[in-house]
């Protein structure tokens, strides 16, 4: 039960985070293109980046602050980073073939999905 807290509580501080810097970053850019969006999704890679490696390469870290900070504030500000990391760590475990099919899975399933409900959306 610990866990979930820690993943309702992270999450909603990633969530607010996103909403905060894809607002800042429409402060200065104009609203022609997902800007935000995309700041958001590489700020979230880097960061998960890092913590990952710091973890697995530098220091232990304890599960639950892992949980805190990977899914729960990570995982609010953008799932893309969990998307980037479990590819990356595909091709790192020689499993390149699995990797772009996440890829290809994740891409072109999320944007057909999307497409989907669009139209369903409509009838309903």
Do not use: H
């Amino acid at each position: 039960m610990k866990n979930y807290f820690l993943v309702f509580f992270g999450g909603g501080l990633g969530a607010s985070a996103r909403y905060w810097l894809s607002g800042a970053v429409y402060r200065w850019l104009p609203a022609d293109f997902p800007y935000g969006n995309l700041v958001v999704n590489t700020v979230g890679c880097f960061l998960i980046g890092i913590l990952i490696a710091s973890v697995e390469e530098r220091f232990l870290m304890q599960p639950s602050i892992r949980i805190f900070l990977a899914i729960g504030i990570l995982g609010g500000f953008t799932t893309f980073s969990s998307f980037s990391y479990e590819t990356i760590a595909l091709f790192r475990d020689g499993e390149s073939f699995r990797a772009f099919l996440n890829i290809f899975s994740t891409v072109i399933g999320c944007l057909g999905a999307t497409w989907f409900g669009m139209q369903l959306g409509r009838f309903v």
